[in-house]
């Protein structure tokens, strides 16, 4: 995710993006939220689909 496609989001969402700060808050809030994600998937991968699940949530994790 691009800097521009996080502002763009967090405006959408009714943040100020009006200094550094809201910006550098804006991204370090996007990528907590990109790695609950990722990991939420990963262990989903790694319930549901056995040895093949393990290599995929290893490739979802890797993302990160």
Not at 10 to 20: C, V
């Given at each position: 995710m691009t800097q521009d496609e996080i502002i763009?989001?967090?405006?959408?969402?009714?943040?100020?993006?009006?200094?550094?700060a809201a910006i550098q808050a804006a991204e370090i809030f996007a990528?907590?939220?990109v790695a609950k994600e990722r990991e939420a998937c990963a262990k989903i991968?790694?319930?549901s689909f056995g040895v093949i699940g393990s290599t995929i949530a290893c490739a979802i994790r890797a993302r990160g």
């Open positions: 763009e989001m967090a405006r959408q969402a009714g943040f100020m993006m009006e200094n550094s990528k907590l939220v991968a790694e319930q």
